[in-house]
Structures are given as structure tokens and as C-alpha cells.
């Protein structure tokens, strides 16, 4: 690229978006060094990037956003990939950032799916997203994890290219006019990992390719697709998820359920995350509260059980007694309770949520964090994780073990 000393503000913001890697990073150094030195706190363990779906359009634009905000610690959270961790680690380095590395996929309790038991999917009984924090190695493409990875993204693919045909079909239907195209839905994503919100985000550019060609307002066009008309006056973001709620989600035109190998067992996944030397995680949904979240020491009884150690909160889709109750029931385990604010959706918002900082949680998401760095430091000097490779933890007394890796950081 030019000589970022060069650019304007706005064009080196541009520029974290699209391009090389390398030039990405570029950028991300010039507008660093033109902010300066600043305060760090909070921490933010939980985020999207532009490699599965998010509001940022590159891992590079999200740790600008963390700069600026003066986080800490920021961690990246794709679905199903860990195609942005090198770029993330790189720019967090730039901006002087501590990186965690995690990823999270969909698993199958199969138990609770068996008595309609809900988990954090408050629609799908048994269905669990889960998380693997601290992700210290890649296992080979050989290897059992990256085959079961690989293969939850195939049957994820072919429910997204079906979907995407029968977006198509009803845009022919109704608009008399083509919809977009799968490779239209593929080139929304910087390495092919396409998700329905992806095919949603197509619909909207083709819908008002549509419209402008037609003269007509864009609303005027979705209301024919959908037939109900938007809401006045909504953005690129809310126009987005209306495409998705009217066209994709169950019980819409265009919705197609997952088949069957698009989900392994949480057991299959837990192994998946150990495979990739991270903790597993269950991440709390809080709000609304599912029949198997309600008791919270009834829930942590089951994920030990099942070899959990840790758990993951959004803060700000809780209320704060919900993460009170939650983090407090985890604090009596001296198990860590990661937090973030998923970024898995178009819309812009704080890296930062008030309970991010707010005294009662805050301590307890640092030291947390501070484990999770620990981890991911441990293992990089040889040493055991907090879980070992077999999923046991690696020091037997909880308290002795969060105590432990909350210091292993250098």
C-alpha cells in the first residue's frame, strides 16, 4: 500500500478492511502510533470476526476498536475457524493488547436432547454452542478434531446453499427477478466460511440492486419479498436481521434444518477443543432462562460431570442479578467465568459493556482472563494447561489451580 504516514484518519481506517494482511496490519501500526500510549483495563474474550460473521470486516478492525476503547485483553471467538487468529495475534501485538484465543462451534447433548431438556439454545432441545478458550495448537488436517471439524462445515455449507436456493426461488417468485447467487453468499466471507447471516446480508445487496434498478424504495421491494414491510427507518443492520427473521429462521420460506452431521456430540466436541489445546467451555446463556440453565448449581454439577471446568457469560444480555447468581455460584468453585460480547451480529456497539467493568464482575472476569492467558502461557513454555490433553484438570484442588494459572502469564 502507500506510505501510511501518508493517509487520512479515514483512509487508513478504510484500509483495515479488504487488502493483504499485511497491509491491514500496516494500517493498524500508523493509526496506533497516531494514537498514542494510553491506560489499559477491561477485558473482552468473546468476539466475531469477519471470519465467520461480525460486525468487523477483519480482526485487524476489531483490535483498532479495542484500541481505542482501551481494552486489555481481547479475545477472538469464530465459529468453526481459526483462519483469523495469526492476524488477530499480530495486530494485538501492534496495538499492545494482550490476545486469547478461542473458538466456538454446535454440539448435540444428547441426553438433553432426549428429555427436551434446553441448554443455551432456547429453541432446540439439547443443542449446546460451546466454546474452546485458550487455544494453544492446531491439530493436523489428519487428525480426528479437524476431520469432525471439517465436517461440521460441510453439512453447515450444503443447509446454506440450500437455503440460498430458496431464497432464489422465492425472489423469482415474488420480485420476478434473480435472487443471489451462492457465490454471491461466499464472497461476503474472506475464506469461504459462510453462515446464514451471510445469506441474509446477500439478500439485502440483491434486494436493493433490485430496487435501485427499479426506481423504487428498497422497502418497498423487501415488503414483496417478505409481505410485511420493514420497520421505518431501519438501518443496513436491522434491515439484515429483518431478512433473517422473515426468510431464514424456522417456520420462514426459505428456512432448511440442520441434518444430523452437522452436529457432534458435546462429548465429540470436547475432545475436539482438547485436541486443539483449549478449555472447554460452556458459555451460559442467562437470559432467557432454560429449563436447564434454572438451577445454576444444578447446571455446574452436570458440566463437571461432563468435564467442564469453565464457563462463558455476555454480560449485557443478562440482568444483574441473573450474572450475579451465575458468577457467584462459579466464584464458589474457583472456576473461571470468561466474558465478551459476541460482535456476531451487524450492528455496531461498545467492546466494553458496563458489567465489563462494573465492580462486582469485574474482578472476577480479570482474574479469569488472567487464567485463561496463563493457559495459553504454559503451554506455550511446555508446561500442562489447566486441563491436560486426556481433559482432566491439570492441579486437583480447584482453588490451588485457578490460583495457579491466574500467575503462570510470564
Not at 431438556?117 to 432446540?124: E, G, M, R, V
Not at 488436517?141 to 430458496?166: C, P, W
Not at 418497498?220 to 421505518?232: N, Q
Request: aromatic content about 8%.
Amino acid at each position: 500500500m502507500n506510505d501510511t504516514k501518508q493517509l487520512s484518519q479515514q483512509e487508513l481506517e478504510a484500509a483495515l478492511y479488504g487488502g493483504t494482511m499485511e497491509s491491514r496490519l500496516e494500517a493498524l501500526r500508523e493509526l496506533c502510533a497516531r494514537l498514542g500510549e494510553r491506560s489499559r483495563r477491561g477485558t473482552n474474550c468473546h468476539i466475531h470476526t469477519s471470519e465467520s460473521f461480525s460486525v468487523f470486516r477483519s480482526p485487524s478492525e476489531a483490535v483498532w476498536q479495542a484500541a481505542r476503547e482501551g481494552l486489555a485483553v481481547l479475545g477472538i471467538n469464530d465459529h468453526y475457524t481459526v483462519a483469523g487468529h495469526e492476524e488477530f495475534r499480530q495486530a494485538c501485538k501492534i496495538a499492545g493488547i494482550d490476545a486469547a484465543f478461542s473458538m466456538e462451534a454446535v454440539g448435540m447433548d444428547r441426553a438433553a436432547e432426549a428429555t427436551k431438556l434446553l441448554l443455551n439454545d432456547p429453541d432446540n432441545p439439547g443443542r449446546v454452542y460451546l466454546c474452546g478458550k485458550g487455544i494453544t495448537r492446531i491439530p493436523a488436517d489428519s487428525s480426528i478434531a479437524a476431520q469432525r471439524l471439517a465436517g461440521m462445515r460441510a453439512a453447515l455449507e450444503r443447509r446454506n446453499q440450500e437455503m440460498t436456493v430458496k431464497v432464489g426461488q422465492l425472489f423469482r417468485e415474488r420480485l420476478d427477478a434473480d435472487g443471489p447467487t451462492w457465490e454471491d453468499v461466499r464472497a461476503l466471507t474472506p475464506r469461504g466460511n459462510a453462515t446464514e447471516r451471510h445469506v441474509g446480508k446477500a439478500a439485502l445487496v440483491r434486494l436493493r440492486e433490485i430496487a435501485a434498478a427499479r426506481g423504487v424504495p428498497v422497502s418497498e421491494v423487501i415488503e414483496r419479498c417478505c409481505g410485511v414491510a420493514p420497520p421505518a427507518g431501519a438501518d443496513d443492520a436491522a434491515l439484515q436481521n429483518f431478512l433473517r427473521g422473515k426468510l431464514l429462521k424456522a417456520g420462514a420460506p426459505c428456512y432448511v434444518r440442520e441434518t444430523e452431521d452437522a452436529f457432534i456430540s458435546s462429548e465429540e466436541l470436547r475432545d475436539l477443543f482438547l485436541a486443539f489445546g483449549a478449555i472447554p467451555t460452556y458459555p451460559v446463556l442467562g437470559n432467557p432462562v432454560t429449563s436447564g440453565e434454572r438451577d445454576v448449581e444444578a447446571l455446574l454439577d452436570r458440566l463437571e460431570a461432563s468435564g467442564f471446568y469453565a464457563i462463558e457469560v455476555i454480560p449485557h444480555r443478562n440482568t444483574r442479578e441473573r450474572l450475579a447468581e451465575i458468577v457467584s455460584a462459579a466464584r464458589r468453585r474457583w472456576w473461571p467465568v470468561f466474558n465478551g460480547t459476541e460482535h456476531n451480529t451487524p450492528e455496531a456497539r461498545p467492546l466494553l459493556d458496563p458489567y465489563a467493568l462494573d465492580p462486582e464482575f469485574e474482578p472476577w472476569f480479570r482474574q479469569s482472563t488472567a487464567l485463561m492467558l496463563g493457559h495459553q502461557a504454559a503451554v506455550s513454555r511446555g508446561e500442562p494447561g489447566f486441563v491436560g490433553e486426556n481433559g482432566q484438570p491439570s492441579i486437583s484442588d480447584a482453588r490451588a489451580r485457578f490460583e495457579y494459572f491466574t500467575k503462570s502469564v510470564t
